[in-house]
């Protein structure tokens, strides 16, 4: 009599336990994808309030004969952005060129286009882990050009130090 309550309470038990596994079975878990795009949603908004928050981000050709400056306009979300490209040449005077810019960017690479004397050069390139600072494939040298990321206090410094 005994030996029968144990078989069963240990098949009820066995049936609960069988009925809880098919049911985890019916509905997976959704909480990791759900949880892996917040980050991504996270990681997206984070980059472009940093992307947007800089003055700018400044760079120079190998040679240091041309400063490279870009600033931002617009930046959506969904990844296109605009902006200006200041180009700062230093032959017997200072001479000063300004293209705009419309690119795409994920926060880790960065891509875009601009108008230069009537042709339309393509910029590719990637940031380095955050939005401080990125390198691209420089079109007129083929080698790359890293910028960074500066307030203005810090551009001014950069581009007296340059026309001097």
Known sequence: MKLEKV????VVLGTIITLFWWQGMKEPSTKLPDQEEANFHKRIEDFFAAFESYYGYYGSTADQSELL??????????GEWTGQLQVIS?????EEKSYPINGITDGIM???YVDID??????????????SEF????????????FQAVDEMEYQQIYQQFIK
């Open 69 to 78: 400056f870009i600033t931002i306009d617009e930046a959506l979300r969904e």
């Open 110 to 112: 960065i891509e875009f």
């Open 118 to 131: 009537g042709d339309l050069v393509n910029f590719i390139g990637s940031f380095h882990e955050e939005a």
């Open 7 to 10: 078989i069963i309470v240990l």
């Open 135 to 146: 390198e691209i494939i420089n079109w007129q040298e083929q080698g790359k050009v890293t």
């Open 90 to 94: 230093k032959q017997q005077s200072v």
